[in-house]
């Protein structure tokens, strides 16, 4: 559903399962992204109540927690009993939204659309797929793990891309499937590093530069256009997380403790090599 190029609000009679939402937190400074799984709940992926950007830097305390538990209360009657303090958690809709407003992330959008929305994480050109099949991977992650969190590779919003598109980067040295990671990137180097820059003196060519230039790193990176990416079940994702823990006993099931240390997703190339054996194709 394209729900506009201002804004991606929705109200709550307008997601239904298998929906990519996400909340703006910390005066828009971020957002926490989950698929909504139905009946009022959603499953999303988070580092720890408080920690979920992952930086280990003074940004910490103000960037707050995605998760909704927190121990200045009782806990929620609704999903109080289901949270987990880490990982792929499932939650009710209220806890996940923690006062914020509800959006819709759009798939499929046009070229034209998705430059149009100059603030990353909103929208992808990659098409996804049928609602109960990114129902079932959330379902499977939430089990399963989604290996470790990670500020700029594997983050919540790319636990939702993937649920959505079943894309992974299979280049090691790249920013992951997150559009606030890319838009992110595509700043520091429009500003930095583009030497189209000492062609003009203007301001107003200075802003024409560097705004082509925010544009084109954005379309680059975007899931959409990049053929970096291929298709992984979720299925074969898991067991190659499993195969990879060394720290559980061989006769243990693996935990989701287990299986955060295993690699994050897209960023092994044991991985790839399998993928290509198999004769997987992007």
């Not at 394209?2 to 609000?9: A, C, F, K, Q």
């Amino acid at each position: 559903m394209m729900v506009g190029v201002l804004s991606n609000r929705v109200s709550r009679e307008d997601i239904a399962a298998g929906d990519h939402i996400y909340s703006w937190r910390s005066a828009y400074i971020y957002a926490h992204h989950g698929i909504y799984a139905g009946d009022g709940m959603v499953i999303h992926f988070t580092r720890a109540a408080g920690h979920e950007i992952g930086t280990g830097t003074f940004m910490d305390k103000f960037l707050f927690s995605s998760s909704p538990a927190t121990g200045d209360g009782p806990p929620c009657e609704k999903c109080g009993h289901l949270v987990k303090p880490e990982g792929v958690i499932m939650s009710c809709l209220d806890c996940f939204l923690d006062g914020g407003s509800l959006y819709l992330f759009d798939y499929a959008v046009s070229p034209t659309f998705f430059l149009a929305k100059a603030r990353g994480g909103t929208c992808t050109m990659a098409p996804c797929d049928a609602a109960h099949v990114v129902v079932h991977r959330a379902q499977h992650l939430l089990n399963s793990g989604f290996g470790m969190y990670s500020l700029f590779k594997n983050n919540c919003e790319d636990f939702a891309i993937y649920c959505k598109t079943e894309l992974l980067i299979e280049t090691a040295f790249s920013v992951g499937r997150s559009g606030q990671m890319a838009s992110l990137f595509a700043g520091f180097s429009a500003v930095a590093s583009s030497p189209l820059r000492f062609m003009t003196t203007s301001v107003a060519g200075l802003v024409v530069v560097t705004s082509s230039m925010y544009c084109v790193g954005r379309y680059v990176s975007d899931m959409g256009v990049r053929r970096d990416v291929i298709k992984m079940p979720v299925e074969r994702l898991v067991e190659h997380w499993v195969q990879n823990v060394t720290l559980a006993p061989a006769s243990a099931p693996p935990t989701q403790a287990t299986l955060a240390e295993a690699p994050t997703p897209g960023d092994s190339q044991e991985l790839l090599g399998e993928l290509t054996k198999k004769e997987c194709v992007i």
